[in-house]
């Protein structure tokens, strides 16, 4: 069993958060205006992570993922604020968008103290924690608990491109581990 990196770790302790968040500090379930502020901070996240590592990656395996992120999540931010928009409905900060966004910061403050090799490995490893938490509060919370069907059916479409991002993550995280990425 490979030791948990520092990042992971964070990671696995954003991801408790999240899912314990999402349901409120009195047990309510999230409204749609705080799901759409969680669907958003989540993406934007991950775009900044991202382009972070399009500069600083030393590996063109972890850069083409890396593109891949940032339009990807920037696509699923773009139709969320279309949808919202169209609905007429603010997205509304909370807890768990505000722990999302610290989480995201602290995430690019360390990864920016790196470089080189194990760069490439700290952003890869978060991306695998990171992914596998949003999916967890997808199929958990956001989903479940959505109450307008245009917002859970768009959770529903995109959630089969976060298990993509979260394989293609994992197969990433085993090349950069087994041997040794390029």
Known sequence: ???????????????????????GANGAA?????????VVTANQVD???GKLAIQKSASKDVKAFAQTMVRDHAGVNQAAGDLVHKLKVTPEPNATSESLKNGG?????????????AFDKAYV?????YH??????????????????????????????FVAHLNHAKALDEQLNGSGGN
């Open 105 to 117: 910061a602290e995430n690019l403050a360390k990864l920016k103290g790196l470089t080189g090799k």
């Open 47 to 49: 775009i900044d992570a």
């Open 132 to 161: 596998q938490a949003v999916l967890d509060a997808m199929d958990k919370t956001l989903i479940p608990d959505a109450q307008n069907t245009e917002l859970k059916a768009l959770l529903v479409k995109v959630r089969p491109t």
């Open 1 to 23: 069993m490979k030791p948990i990196p520092t990042l992971a770790l964070a990671a696995a302790v954003v991801a408790l958060a999240f899912n314990a968040q999402a349901q």
């Open 30 to 38: 999230p409204t749609d205006p705080q799901i759409a502020a969680i």
């Open 125 to 129: 490893n978060h991306e695998v924690a």
